[in-house]
């Protein structure tokens, strides 16, 4: 019954921006933490980034002071907004949710972000 759908992926050039979005349902998305991931071709899915039900954030120091997330819970979303995009950012993004009161995590499908040179 938890839904998370992600949208915003793409093809830009290095240096260029992209914002990736995901919204919740099925849960209470206001009293859930959440967070992005991604994995690259060949490599280990990575935690990239999340944000707690209280709005504290966190991030892998290779994005950090390019990448920033942020939620609208009147929207059921969470953001992921990505500056000054580097090529070994490609990855397929991943959007992560647990619930705080629950034993469970959900995953979105993934978006894909393809970085050029």
């Known amino acids: 019954q938890v839904r998370l759908v992600e949208s915003g992926g793409g093809l830009v050039q290095t240096g260029g921006s992209l914002r990736l979005s995901c919204v919740v349902s099925?849960?209470?998305?206001?009293?859930?933490?959440m967070g992005w991931y991604r994995q690259a071709p060949g490599k280990q899915r990575e935690w990239v980034t999340a944000i707690t039900s209280g709005g504290s954030t966190n991030y892998v120091a290779s994005v950090k002071g390019r990448f920033t997330i942020s939620r609208d819970n009147a929207k059921n979303t969470v953001y992921l907004q990505m500056n000054s995009l580097k090529p070994e950012d490609t990855a397929v993004y991943y959007c992560?949710?647990?619930?705080?009161?629950?034993?469970?995590?959900?995953w979105g499908q993934g978006t894909q972000v393809t970085v050029s040179s």
């Open positions: 099925g849960t209470d998305f206001t009293y859930s933490d």
């Open positions: 992560n949710a647990r619930p705080v009161s629950s034993l469970m995590t959900y």
